[in-house]
């Protein structure tokens, strides 16, 4: 059974930075990649970085430039977020999958393992 748990969130300061944790646990396959997506009220989830486990990265053209994704250890994920605005308020799901880090939201769902988020909250 795969057991995903986010950690880090909380409040900043429009402008400031925050670091979100990610552990994978009880995963058997080999390859794969983690990654972050982010759900803000009133809108659909979307892709904020993902890696594999062979360390590539993968961004979207709108996250590009603040967000960092780094796998400190195997099964693990983090999100260095900086420069943040009130638009990045959102609650923030980890996922891991037997997949490519190039993979979409609709494969991600289908075959990944989701935490159940964290909230992020950026005062202006």
């Known amino acids: 059974q795969v057991h995903v748990v986010e950690s880090g969130g909380g409040s900043v300061q429009a402008g400031g930075s925050m670091t979100l944790s990610c552990t994978a646990s009880g995963v058997t396959y080999r390859a794969g990649a983690m990654a972050w997506f982010r759900r803000a009220p009133g809108k659909e989830r979307e892709e904020v970085a993902a890696i594999d486990f062979d360390g590539n990265t993968e961004y979207p053209d709108s996250m590009k430039g603040r967000f960092t994704i780094s796998q400190p250890k195997k099964n693990s994920a983090n999100l260095q977020m900086n420069n943040l605005n009130p638009e990045d308020t959102a609650m923030y799901y980890c996922?891991?999958?037997?997949?490519?880090?190039?993979?979409?939201?609709?494969?991600?769902?289908?075959?990944?393992?989701w935490g159940q988020g964290t909230q992020v909250t950026v005062s202006s």
């Open positions: 996922v891991t999958a037997q997949v490519s880090v190039y993979a979409d939201l609709a494969t991600f769902e289908a075959f990944g393992h």
